[in-house]
């Protein structure tokens, strides 16, 4: 079963193990952090001030938001129902992105540190 | 009666079923892993459906369509900031809180700080979100409850409330993360399925035309044009319209810290199934409120009259129920009677599900970082901290229904709003900071999260929404200084701000040297805690 206790002493940031340093000084992890970063930081700075903008024109330019565009639909809705169509598309690009470009990458490295486990007994929190 | 009796019948349905679940999922559960994360076994899909059932509270469901069909655009609003942050789950904190913890928000925290002081700094804001958050969706569960079976008796409401807090107290104690799971899972099917049906029925009235339907919503509506556009509610003045951008920043930011969210996260094998969980629930979550969109302006277009007066005196709450009667047929008829009915027990499982996940968060929480790390120093084993979780579970129910019970006859309405502040000003801070600044330590982490917490409790405290204003909590006198209903503009630049400063004024260099151990776990899953194999 993968029930050890709680890796702590307290009071302390609590034991090292030397192997993530060997994998947080590879060329790959290096690569996969850039990569993840390089996503989500733009990402994120974006959505937040699309969805910031959208909420202070919805309270603070009135004639431009209430503009009809076709019928009794207007540019408020519009604009609301376009936050609900960039957030799937982020959400869809993210999960595209980190399947091919950051999966791969992190698998590798876990597989080294399985490897690195193995040889040193059984991994902790394997079943 | 008929129909107070189909509704009934319908309520005891979910109640039979939600409890048959918990019963069967408390014979599979066995070791700290199962009880705590389901064993980490659930499927993309399902965790997603869960994290749906989870989120899409009653509050969502009524409240949304409700205040869509009384105050139109501007309850659209909310569900925009409810779905967008999602992202910020799905990008910043959903797969490395996977990858680092194992069974709260803590874990993350105590990896590379010191243990007692994090944790009991994340105890104490997930019990006071959680607290917030419940007692909320009691009180609105007693008379919500009250409302559907149609009587308007004080002793009917006292009793669902001790009724859905022993049944929430009954989920967590028994069934641990994997009944709560499925019940939250059904839940969400039962939402979705029969927000849907209402949906086609009113889309059908309209012959599919989207711009109909909103022309006769506003017609129909007191305010004409204007119904379709921002500002009947938030657009009032300066004051009012801040106060809403300030609501807006704390729900995008406010959900990736909630920490019944958060530890749905731990339920999947791989950071990868987190991910995956997180796009499901972006889908459901999305469509949902496109539902909720189109209840709230038909319950507008076609609520007339009686109905139209009815809607408006339950504060919107009837919009979704009554639109249901309205597209069955209408008062009287067969069909209208059923599906009321049917709309009203979604009602009451949405909010046992949502219940439930915050009784789990708060009790495991309790057990796992006060007990266990803080009081026993570690030391406690499995079986001492399983029965603590169920103690714990049992005493926050007991809280919940005596604190509730009083308070029916306040206006608590903004402890939901509060509960996504003070997640956006504590507990978001100290997660991000945590996964991307090396330097950050000890005390930035307890600095944000106390000083998030206080900010946003406090100045709610001294708001027009506590004291001073006619719908205040409390009447007679009047210490309100702050002008906003909502603290997040102040309270979440504080919390970040307070993270800053308490970092960079301590030297800890332990936490940096775990840090790199963190991001590689983070990043890759290197070591993270492995799914039960049963």
């Given at each position: 079963?993968?029930?050890?206790?709680?890796?702590?002493?307290?009071?302390?940031?609590?034991?090292?193990?030397?192997?993530?340093?060997?994998?947080?000084?590879?060329?790959?992890?290096?690569?996969?952090?850039?990569?993840?970063?390089?996503?989500?930081?733009?990402?994120?700075?974006?959505?937040?001030?699309?969805?910031?903008?959208?909420?202070?024109?919805?309270?603070?330019?009135?004639?431009?938001?209430?503009?009809?565009?076709?019928?009794?639909?207007?540019?408020?809705?519009?604009?609301?129902?376009?936050?609900?169509?960039?957030?799937?598309?982020?959400?869809?690009?993210?999960?595209?992105?980190?399947?091919?470009?950051?999966?791969?990458?992190?698998?590798?490295?876990?597989?080294?540190?399985?490897?690195?486990?193995?040889?040193?007994?059984?991994?902790?929190?394997?079943? | 009666?008929?129909?107070?009796?189909?509704?009934?019948?319908?309520?005891?349905?979910?109640?039979?079923?939600?409890?048959?679940?918990?019963?069967w999922a408390s014979r599979q559960t066995k070791t700290a892993a199962d009880y705590y994360a389901g064993g980490r076994s659930f499927s993309g899909v399902q965790n997603g459906l869960a994290i749906g059932g989870?989120?899409?509270?009653?509050?969502?469901?009524?409240?949304?369509?409700?205040?869509?069909?009384?105050?139109?655009?501007?309850?659209?609003?909310?569900?925009?900031?409810?779905?967008?942050?999602?992202?910020?789950?799905?990008?910043?904190?959903?797969?490395?809180?996977?990858?680092?913890?194992?069974?709260?928000?803590?874990?993350?925290?105590?990896?590379?700080?010191?243990?007692?002081?994090?944790?009991?700094?994340?105890?104490?804001?997930?019990?006071v979100v959680s607290i917030f958050y419940l007692l909320a969706q009691m009180v609105g569960a007693g008379a919500l409850v009250a409302l559907l079976l149609g009587v308007d008796s004080q002793a009917v409401k006292?009793?669902?409330?001790?009724?859905?807090?022993?049944?929430?107290?009954?989920?967590?104690?028994?069934?641990?993360?994997?009944?709560?799971?499925?019940?939250?899972?059904?839940?969400?099917?039962?939402?979705?399925?029969?927000?849907?049906?209402?949906?086609?029925?009113?889309?059908?009235?309209?012959?599919?035309?989207?711009?109909?339907?909103?022309?006769?919503?506003?017609?129909?509506?007191?305010?004409?044009?204007?119904?379709?556009?921002?500002?009947?509610?938030?657009?009032?003045?300066?004051?009012?319209?801040?106060?809403?951008?300030?609501?807006?920043?704390?729900?995008?930011?406010?959900?990736?810290?909630?920490?019944?969210?958060?530890?749905?996260?731990?339920?999947?094998?791989?950071?990868?199934?987190?991910?995956?969980?997180?796009?499901?629930?972006?889908?459901?979550?999305?469509?949902?409120?496109?539902?909720?969109?189109?209840?709230?302006?038909?319950?507008?277009?076609?609520?007339?009259?009686?109905?139209?007066?009815?809607?408006?005196?339950?504060?919107?709450?009837?919009?979704?129920?009554?639109?249901?009667?309205?597209?069955?047929?209408?008062?009287?008829?067969?069909?209208?009677?059923?599906?009321?009915?049917?709309?009203?027990?979604?009602?009451?499982?949405?909010?046992?599900?949502?219940?439930?996940?915050?009784?789990?968060?708060?009790?495991?929480?309790?057990?796992?970082?006060?007990?266990?790390?803080?009081?026993?120093?570690?030391?406690?084993?499995?079986?001492?901290?399983?029965?603590?979780?169920?103690?714990?579970?049992?005493?926050?129910?007991?809280?919940?229904?005596?604190?509730?019970?009083?308070?029916?006859?306040?206006?608590?309405?903004?402890?939901?709003?509060?509960?996504?502040?003070?997640?956006?000003?504590?507990?978001l801070p100290a997660i991000v900071y945590n996964m991307f600044w090396r330097r950050f330590n000890t005390r930035g982490a307890v600095w944000s999260i106390y000083g998030g917490l206080i900010a946003a409790v406090?100045?709610?405290?001294?708001?027009?929404?506590?004291?001073?204003?006619?719908?205040?909590?409390?009447?007679?006198?009047?210490?309100?200084?702050?002008?906003?209903?909502?603290?997040?503009?102040?309270?979440?630049?504080?919390?970040?701000?307070?993270?800053?400063?308490?970092?960079?004024?301590?030297?800890?260099?332990?936490?940096?040297?775990?840090?790199?151990?963190?991001?590689?776990?983070?990043?890759?899953?290197?070591?993270?805690?492995?799914?039960?194999?049963?």
């Amino acid at each position: 079963m993968s029930q050890d206790p709680v890796p702590q002493t307290p009071d302390t940031a609590s034991r090292h193990d030397p192997v993530y340093d060997e994998l947080h000084a590879a060329p790959e992890f290096h690569e996969l952090r850039r990569r993840y970063r390089a996503f989500v930081f733009p990402a994120t700075i974006a959505f937040l001030v699309w969805y910031l903008l959208y909420v202070v024109l919805s309270m603070f330019a009135g004639d431009f938001m209430d503009a009809k565009v076709v019928g009794n639909i207007n540019v408020a809705l519009v604009f609301g129902l376009l936050q609900f169509a960039t957030t799937f598309l982020i959400a869809w690009l993210y999960s595209q992105y980190s399947t091919k470009k950051l999966d791969p990458l992190a698998r590798e490295l876990d597989d080294r540190y399985i490897a690195a486990a193995d040889g040193r007994g059984p991994r902790r929190g394997h079943a | 009666m008929d129909d107070q009796l189909l509704t009934t019948v319908l309520f005891l349905a979910v109640v039979a079923l939600t409890l048959g679940i918990t019963i069967w999922a408390s014979r599979q559960t066995k070791t700290a892993a199962d009880y705590y994360a389901g064993g980490r076994s659930f499927s993309g899909v399902q965790n997603g459906l869960a994290i749906g059932g989870d989120y899409m509270s009653a509050a969502s469901f009524l409240g949304i369509s409700g205040a869509i069909a009384l105050t139109g655009y501007d309850g659209f609003l909310y569900s925009i900031g409810f779905l967008v942050a999602w992202l910020v789950a799905l990008l910043l904190v959903a797969e490395m809180l996977r990858n680092s913890g194992r069974f709260t928000m803590a874990d993350q925290l105590a990896y590379r700080m010191k243990q007692r002081p994090v944790r009991m700094a994340a105890a104490t804001s997930t019990v006071v979100v959680s607290i917030f958050y419940l007692l909320a969706q009691m009180v609105g569960a007693g008379a919500l409850v009250a409302l559907l079976l149609g009587v308007d008796s004080q002793a009917v409401k006292n009793l669902v409330i001790v009724g859905v807090g022993a049944l929430m107290v009954f989920y967590v104690t028994v069934g641990g993360m994997k009944g709560t799971t499925w019940v939250q899972i059904v839940k969400a099917v039962l939402l979705m399925a029969g927000s849907a049906l209402i949906v086609v029925l009113v889309l059908a009235e309209f012959n599919f035309n989207l711009s109909e339907l909103l022309g006769t919503a506003a017609s129909n509506s007191a305010h004409g044009g204007a119904f379709l556009e921002p500002g009947i509610k938030y657009g009032v003045d300066l004051t009012s319209k801040l106060d809403f951008i300030s609501l807006g920043l704390a729900l995008v930011l406010g959900t990736a810290g909630l920490p019944h969210i958060l530890i749905r996260f731990y339920t999947v094998p791989t950071s990868r199934d987190a991910r995956k969980s997180v796009l499901w629930a972006i889908t459901l979550i999305g469509i949902f409120y496109l539902f909720t969109l189109v209840l709230g302006f038909g319950a507008a277009a076609m609520l007339t009259g009686d109905k139209a007066a009815e809607v408006a005196a339950s504060g919107g709450n009837l919009a979704s129920p009554l639109l249901a009667e309205a597209v069955g047929g209408g008062d009287g008829s067969t069909g209208g009677a059923i599906l009321l009915a049917l709309i009203a027990a979604v009602a009451f499982a949405t909010i046992l599900a949502v219940v439930a996940g915050l009784t789990l968060a708060s009790s495991t929480s309790v057990a796992h970082d006060i007990y266990n790390s803080v009081i026993k120093r570690g030391e406690a084993t499995e079986k001492q901290e399983m029965k603590m979780t169920r103690i714990a579970a049992v005493v926050i129910g007991g809280v919940a229904i005596a604190l509730a019970i009083p308070a029916q006859d306040l206006n608590i309405a903004f402890l939901v709003a509060l509960a996504f502040a003070v997640a956006a000003s504590a507990n978001l801070p100290a997660i991000v900071y945590n996964m991307f600044w090396r330097r950050f330590n000890t005390r930035g982490a307890v600095w944000s999260i106390y000083g998030g917490l206080i900010a946003a409790v406090g100045l709610v405290f001294f708001s027009p929404v506590v004291s001073g204003s006619e719908t205040a909590l409390v009447t007679g006198s009047d210490w309100s200084w702050f002008p906003l209903s909502n603290p997040g503009l102040i309270s979440i630049p504080v919390g970040f701000l307070l993270g800053y400063i308490g970092t960079v004024t301590s030297r800890e260099p332990e936490t940096e040297e775990r840090f790199t151990e963190l991001e590689v776990r983070a990043l890759t899953g290197a070591g993270s805690e492995q799914a039960v194999q049963h």
